[in-house]
């Protein structure tokens, strides 16, 4: 489970699966909130931010 910010919402939490073509690569899951878009993966985490382009 992730460490969310002070003021982050997890809005959606699902497992989810990376795939390559046919090929599953990795299972985990995928955490959506307010701020960011979290993956963690058997333990380990990859942090996107999500940022509304700029104009």
Request: charged share 35%; no cysteine; net charge neutral.
């Given at each position: 489970m992730?460490?969310?910010e002070?003021?982050e919402h997890e809005i959606l939490?699902e497992?989810a ?15 959506l ?14 942090l ?8």
């Amino acid at each position: 489970m992730p460490i969310y910010e002070v003021g982050e919402h997890e809005i959606l939490r699902e497992e989810a699966e990376v795939v390559d073509g046919e090929t599953v690569v990795a299972q985990g899951t995928l955490y959506l909130t307010d701020r960011r878009i979290i993956y963690e993966r058997r333990g380990r985490r990859g942090l996107i931010r999500a940022v509304p382009p700029r104009r």
